[in-house]
């Protein structure tokens, strides 16, 4: 038996086929290591510079808010939090009640309102490179479920994603809408990838397919990306530190539309585009930004912490095109103790990885 197994894999070491295989592996490995590549994030933050730091689009809020946030625990993190809400025109409820857990392997959220919705997040990081996120809301009534699936892979100089939109088989066949995204760096400054995406909402119905191709470039103190859509619709942005304390951003989507008389292409599709720029300034105890679209809406937003556990944000947006005006105020305060403080000192000073966010 021992005879035989050290037979078998001598023939895989002296195999030409074989050699020849590992051989261009290894060559291929070392000259891509030679690169000094780094890892280029995910196709879905493609635009993270612009979209999720320096425009509001996460940010903006209407009518009055106050969070309340009790902190038990840095390490692990744990907390409960208390939401209030009135006036809003973006549908938050008066009253949302949350709590939250993490460790370096596991990231627990959970969300519950007044009027009985839930929303809850469950990740959990298998290795260093694999974490498994799992996305979950509901609410009362009929068809008010939601399942969201990831799995994200992080290479030293690639992403690779699966992601899965309410899944199921139990109708007799696979529905749901599934994506998987790779993204790999080719330079040190040019990364490329793509995004595929099937979908189904019934077994009696065919399965939509579209592709969609990406691509990121990084200077020194700018980065610019831009995404082809399989519909035609492009999107672009741009996005520079001009100080230590202020970044600018600008972003171009492009949607074509099939054109009148059956003309097909982009040459006969209708087109229709809008351009959006932002700014954010960054201060010693507070964050402005603004930002305005060819749309006719200017919008802005000033964080401003008061004491070092009191922060008050306004929002504000002015639509010159329909002549209206939407205003936010919020204050959120946090509760710590001095034992608390003292573990986030601690934490700061740790190597510990973060929670799988």
Known sequence: MGEQKVTTLGFFDQNAMVTAIRDTYLAFSERRD????????????????????????????????????????????????????????????????ATLYGTPKVFLQGNID?????????????????????????????????????????????????????????????????????????????????????????????????????????????????????????????????????EVGADLSLQFQPGMGGRGGLLGARKEATTTLGAKYDFRQSTFRAQVDSAGRLSCLLEKRVLPYVQLTFAGELDQFKQQAKVGLAVSVEAPNEELMEQQEKAALSSAPPPPF
């Open 34 to 97: 030679a690169l000094a590549l780094s890892n280029p994030g995910t196709v879905d933050n493609i635009a993270r510079e612009v979209q999720k730091e320096v425009f509001l689009k996460n940010y903006m809020f209407t009518g009055l808010r106050a969070d309340l946030t009790k902190p038990f625990s840095i390490s692990p993190v744990f907390h409960v939090s208390h939401a209030f809400a009135m006036g809003s025109q973006e549908g938050l409820a008066p009253y949302t009640f």
């Open 114 to 246: 007044n009027e009985g919705q839930f929303s809850g997040r469950a990740n959990y990081r298998w290795t260093d490179a694999f974490v498994t996120k799992t996305n979950a809301q509901i609410a009362p009534g009929v068809g008010q479920a939601m399942f969201q699936l990831d799995n994200d892979y992080t290479g030293k100089d690639f992403t690779a994603s699966l992601k899965s939109l309410n899944p199921s088989f139990l109708e007799g066949g696979l529905t749901g809408i599934y994506i998987a995204s790779y993204l790999q760096a080719v330079t040190p400054s040019l990364a490329l990838g793509l995004e595929m995406m099937w979908q189904r909402a019934a077994v009696n119905t065919g399965p939509e397919t579209a592709t969609s191709y990406v691509a990121k470039y990084k200077g020194s103190d700018w980065i610019a990306s831009a995404q082809l859509q399989a519909q035609g619709a492009i999107n672009t942005s741009y996005w520079r530190r001009l100080t230590e304390k202020v």
